[in-house]
T-cell receptor
Framework: RKEVEQDPGPFNVPEGATVAFNCTYS??????FFWYRQDCRKEPKLLMS???SGNEDGRFTAQLNRASQYISLLIRDSKLSDSATYLC????????????FGQGTTLQVKP | DAGVIQSPRHEVTEMGQEVTLRCKPI?????LFWYRQTMMRGLELLIY????????DSGMPEDRFSAKMPNASFSTLKIQPSEPRDSAVYFC??????????????FGNGTRLTVT
C-alpha cells in the first residue's frame, strides 16, 4: 500500500460545479497535512494547510478525518482557473520533516 | 524573500555525462528536500537534509546519485553517469520547523533534465 494515495482522475466538471477530492494515508501517526496545486510544467504551490478542525479559504474547504485516515478538499463554484493537478501532502512521521506526496488528482473545469 | 532558487532551469546532456543540479533554499529554513517528478511516478522524495545533515536518502535511486549540502544556503544533486531514464524534472524545496510546528514546503522552479 502506498503511503499517500489519491484518485488520479481526471475530474471533468462544468463551471460552477462543486467537486471533492479525497486522499488516504497509511501511517496513523502522520501529522501536518497540506493540499498543493500544480499547474502544467510548474512547481507545486501551497493551496492550504489542513487542520484537525477543518478549515476554509474562500471557495476551498479542507477536512481531516483521523479515524479513517483521509483528508479531503472541496471546491465550490468551480472556475476555469481551478483547472490544475491537486496534490495531497502528508508529514508521514510526526518527529521528522519527511513529506510524502500523493500522485495528484487532475481537475479540468469546462465552460 | 527570493524563494528557493534552482539552477539550471533546463539541462540537456548525453548519456554517460555528469550532471550537477544546484539549489539555494530560503534563508532560515532548516530542512531541504530534493524531489524528482515524472509522469509515470509522480513526485518522489530522493533525499532530505536537516541543518545540512542528510537525514533520509532512501529515495535515491542508486549509487549514481549523490547529494551534498556543504552549508545552509547551498545544496547539489549530482548524477554520474547520467542515463536516459534519469530524464525528469528535479525540484528542490525547503521548509522550517519552529516552535513545534511544521511549516509548509516551498519549491524552486525545478530543473528539467533531458538525457539523450
Amino acid at each position: 500500500r502506498k503511503e499517500v494515495e489519491q484518485d488520479p482522475g481526471p475530474f471533468n466538471v462544468p463551471e460552477g460545479a462543486t467537486v471533492a477530492f479525497n486522499c488516504t494515508y497509511s501511517n496513523s501517526a502522520s501529522q501536518s497535512f497540506f493540499w498543493y496545486r500544480q499547474d502544467c510544467r510548474k512547481e507545486p504551490k501551497l493551496l492550504m494547510s489542513v487542520y484537525s478542525s477543518g478549515n476554509e479559504d474562500g471557495r476551498f474547504t479542507a477536512q481531516l478525518n483521523r479515524a479513517s485516515q483521509y483528508i479531503s478538499l472541496l471546491i465550490r463554484d468551480s472556475k476555469l482557473s481551478d483547472s490544475a493537478t491537486y496534490l495531497c501532502v502528508v508529514n508521514i512521521y510526526s518527529n521528522t520533516g519527511k513529506l510524502i506526496f500523493g500522485q495528484g488528482t487532475t481537475l479540468q473545469v469546462k465552460p | 524573500d527570493a524563494g528557493v532558487i534552482q539552477s539550471p532551469r533546463h539541462e540537456v546532456t548525453e548519456m554517460g555525462q555528469e550532471v550537477t543540479l544546484r539549489c539555494k533554499p530560503i534563508s532560515g529554513h532548516d530542512y531541504l528536500f530534493w524531489y524528482r517528478q515524472t509522469m509515470m511516478r509522480g513526485l518522489e522524495l530522493l533525499i532530505y537534509f536537516n541543518n545540512n545533515v542528510p537525514i533520509d536518502d532512501s529515495g535515491m535511486p542508486e549509487d549514481r546519485f549523490s547529494a551534498k549540502m556543504p552549508n545552509a544556503s547551498f545544496s547539489t544533486l549530482k548524477i554520474q553517469p547520467s542515463e536516459p531514464r534519469d530524464s525528469a524534472v528535479y525540484f528542490c524545496a525547503s521548509r522550517q520547523y519552529s516552535d513545534g510546528l511544521w511549516a509548509p514546503l516551498h519549491f524552486g522552479n525545478g530543473t528539467r533534465l533531458t538525457v539523450t
